[in-house]
């Protein structure tokens, strides 16, 4: 059976249908193990969550996980202390990975790709590992301070996760508009602010969201380097999970948390939208 040629005048349908297959596969196919993995590892979990938060211990629809929650003494207090650790570790990883991405960026090193590798390569290692490593380092440094000790393994812990989307987002800007504004008198810092600045955007959104999230639910590292002092939101989720009789209410704070890291994603989805769509009339 001979394959149909498509010709420039060929019929925008034909297009279409020859654009959305790859040697006959439909590209949707190649998306099916992601769904599977999204709904084993995902949806499933997800509903478990919802069924448990849900439901009283005799498994009858029940919203006392959540009066619970709202009930608790100074409960308020640690999720703010959460995300106050969680800002301030984000703030933190931008001011340290910016810089850095400018750097790699525009360096005219021939070899760029071994020094990123050296800063993504603490990835590779096991969180736990590393942070019992940091433990140590801080404490050769008489580090003794609990919160700075949780502050700064976040910092380390979370650090590539800005580095990395910044770095991408950089690399493949257009050059040309920077050279451009500083043939029209623009300063460097000019540059940076007006031009670099605003079409890094989108990076710098996609690494507050990969940085903050994952601090904000975080529990092994305030486990590790602090004390009764550091006791995050994560902490008590955790320690609702560790009670056999505790996953309902575990699950109700796990779902709250959910909510309100889903409205700083839609916050930062906006913000990114509205830069497209000022990008795109400018």
């Known amino acids: 059976m001979t394959e149909k040629l ?25 998306s099916m193990p992601y769904l599977a993995l999204s ?25 006392a996980n959540f009066a619970h929650f709202f009930s608790r003494p100074n409960i308020m207090a640690v999720m703010g202390k959460s995300f106050l650790v969680a800002l301030i570790t984000t703030v933190v990883c931008f ?41 140590i380092v801080l404490h050769i440094l008489d580090v003794t301070n609990a919160w700075t000790a949780v502050t700064v393994g976040m910092v380390y812990d979370f650090f590539p996760f800005m580095l990395m989307p910044l770095y991408t987002v950089l690399s493949g800007m257009d050059r040309s508009l920077v050279e451009a504004s500083q043939d029209l008198g623009a300063s460097p810092v000019k540059s940076l602010f007006k031009v670099v600045l605003p079409l890094s955007l989108p990076g710098i959104v996609s690494g507050v969201l990969m940085v903050f999230m994952p601090t904000v639910s975080t529990f ?15 902490n008590v989720i955790d320690q609702w999970f560790r009670n056999s009789g505790g996953w309902h209410i575990g699950s109700a704070y796990s779902f709250i948390l959910l909510i309100l890291i889903a409205a700083t994603v839609l916050i930062a989805n906006k913000i990114t939208k509205g830069h497209t769509e000022v990008g795109g009339v400018l």
């Open 220 to 234: 092994a590292i305030s486990d590790i380097l602090g004390d009764t002092s550091t006791y995050l939101f994560g």
């Open 6 to 30: 498509v010709t420039p005048d060929a019929p925008k349908s034909l297009k279409t249908n020859k654009a959305k297959r790859i040697r006959g596969i439909k590209r949707s196919t190649f």
């Open 95 to 135: 001011l340290l990975a910016y810089p850095l991405a400018l750097a790699l960026t525009f360096t005219s090193l021939n070899r760029k790709f071994i020094l990123v590798m050296l800063f993504i390569l603490p990835m590779w290692i096991n969180s736990l590992l590393r942070t019992y490593a940091m433990k």
């Open 39 to 63: 709904i084993i590892f995902v949806i499933v979990p997800l509903f478990i969550m919802l069924y448990y938060a849900f439901t009283d211990l005799d498994g009858n629809f029940s919203l």
